[in-house]
């Protein structure tokens, strides 16, 4: 059906404001419920080792560039990951341990040289930007099937960069409990990358404050095979409200060394060792 001239005009009005009302019925669907649990048991490696490029840019277009070394371990469906900042001087030697925990928050603690100590990052402190970036600490943990209704609403083509992902389902994401989440609601594209193998992926999502204004944009570009696995290989997130982007890319990534367990400690934190 085609827009009439006042829908068209309203649809415009929408993107420049930045005020959407596709926020769903705020209840789930059993095909929302359906999607999301495969996009849950998306399949991921025992290990990982990638080396990370970081680009910060503010409205200006003032950039800054960061090398990150990133380890993941997968043990029982709960991820734990080391971030190792090495350049600039600014961030160098910056290290971060992210535990994913079944019930309750995840486990996070940071090392500063600055400071030389390691400090356990705090619930309250979720909704603070990490290391500068436009992703919060609470950004970094998945949130539980369970915290959210999960409403499907289209299937529809979406455009990330030069990629065209085809028949994205369309997802409305709502916290059942409004203050477990800095966001009133999320709007989710999940890509079907390997139908055969029910692997999907969220490849576009649009976070929206507690005003209901779109806030951040988050995105993947590429999607890559590495063995068994399929690994996203970019991320960008905007936020739409202040001009400033966090782009991710993953310059090289093993997937099939093991990983010491002496890494995803604390002592590893302080250390580096």
């Not at 990052?121 to 943990?141: H, I």
Request: aromatic letters at 10%; hydrophobic letters at 30%; glycine letters at 6%.
């Amino acid at each position: 059906m085609k827009l009439t001239k006042l829908k068209a005009a309203l649809a415009v009005l929408l993107t420049i404001t930045g005020v959407t009302f596709a926020q769903g019925t705020g209840t789930g669907n059993a095909k929302g419920d359906e999607i999301m649990s495969i996009v849950r048991d998306f399949k991921k490696p025992d290990y990982t080792t990638s080396n990370v490029y970081m680009t910060l840019t503010d409205k200006s277009g003032k950039s800054e560039k960061r090398a990150v070394k990133e380890y993941g371990r997968e043990v029982n469906g709960n991820t734990t990951i080391v971030m190792m900042f090495l350049s600039p001087a600014s961030v160098k030697d910056t290290r971060f341990l992210m535990e994913e925990k079944d019930n309750g928050p995840d486990d996070k603690f940071i090392y500063l040289p600055s400071l030389k100590s390691t400090r356990r990052v705090n619930a309250s402190e979720g909704s603070k930007s990490f290391m500068g970036t436009d992703a919060t600490y609470d950004d970094l943990s998945s949130r539980d099937f369970e915290e959210d209704y999960h409403e499907y609403i289209a299937t529809e083509d979406i455009t990330v960069g030069s990629t065209v992902y085809k028949n994205c389902d369309v997802i409305i994401e709502t916290p059942k409990d409004k203050k477990s989440s800095q966001y009133n609601y999320r709007k989710v594209w999940v890509y079907h990358v390997d139908e055969a193998a029910k692997i999907y992926y969220p490849v576009y999502t649009e976070l929206y404050d507690k005003n209901n204004r779109l806030l951040k944009k988050l995105s993947v570009s590429k999607i890559e095979k590495h063995g068994d696995f399929y690994i996203p290989m970019d991320d960008k997130m905007e936020n739409v409200q202040t001009g400033h982007t966090t782009f991710i890319e993953i310059v090289n990534i093993d997937t099939t060394t093991a990983i010491p367990d002496r890494v995803f400690t604390q002592n590893f934190l302080n250390t580096g060792k």
